[in-house]
């Protein structure tokens, strides 16, 4: 009979921001079933803290040392790619911090050796931590389940990012193409685009109107508008920046049985007696609306985020519980993000599924062209070599 196990052995690669928050949660035991057993940063300075654990400068070292069953990712952007894939190669299961990578090209070829990979019981998770809060899933749960009928319309304003000079001059590579791959989309906002997808599925086409630079002395976008179009009929505006105080945080989506609007943590329900078209067709009225009810949705207690997705990676490996966000749904925001500078930078409509290689030329062109400086000398990227793979 073969041996059931009982913990699993992680590792940390990057231990900067929110790796070591991860590290630090494992070594405190506050994952169940699970326990610290190496960590891994170019940094030598961020391995100190966690003195008395097996520490690497070298990624590959940890993924070949035989001290790991799985591995979280929380390397700069770029970095995603290629560590995912030589850990899914050597036979270990991986998380990766958000996003999965920075454009759609580097997404495939990591699913690609996921599908790949030596032993069928590996997994391959993504932290979208926001998809176990309440809100967002009671929200999805009303809108999958028919609670609003047909969907006309969806809005997100989203500019509650507000940055400043001296977030963007804290990191060589921060907000620029060679470094980062993009902006507000690819770093402030990849769980609001997982979360658009996950409930709304994806869109057809896309139109967006990106500001580069436009509030910051950066490379990137820190502005952005965008149309989403639907074969159905369903259309989106997705509004985020980095540059505006005091900033919104407003999901408002309209269908034939009424409206649905998140904010600030509340969500409320004006439901329609009678759905919108049926009452326009049937009253005898010119000006009447339909008369509606008032919902306060009620919400449960906020769920743990990070640790919840630590927690039901350990569980999915040791008891086969389903995964909460696999990495397979990963692509899907990076495509959209993707889509969004793409058709900003070509100044038309997107149709998606995006053309992963023509992007990817696209981004190769904007960092080989760049010649952006930073204000003052800032710190190099906490990554390997500045590792890219564009499908070479």
Known sequence: MQHRQEKVRLGVIGVGNMGSVHARELRAGRVPHAELSAVCDVEPAALEPFAGVPSFRDSSELLRSGLVDAVIIAT???DHTPISIDALGVGLHVLSEKPL?????DCEMMLEAYRRRPNPEQLF???FNQRLEPRFQKLRALVQGGELGELHRINWIITDWFRTEAYYRAGGWRATWRGEGGGVLLNQCPHNLDLWQWIFGMPQRVRAFCGFGRFHDIEVEDQVTAYLEYDSGITGVFV???GEAPGTNRLEVAGERGKLVLE????HFTRNEVSASEFSRTTRERFATPPVWNVQVPLPQ???QHLGIVHNFVRAILDGEPLVAPAVEGIHSVELANAMIYSALQAETVSLPLDSTAYSAELERLIRESRHEKPKAAAPPR????ARSFGS
């Open 264 to 267: 600030g943590g509340a969500l």
């Open 76 to 78: 700069p952007h770029y």
């Open 125 to 127: 998770a993504e932290m």
């Open 240 to 242: 985020t920046t980095t």
């Open 101 to 105: 990578a920075v454009h759609k090209a």
């Open 302 to 304: 906020a769920a743990p």
């Open 383 to 386: 990554r390997d070599d500045f």
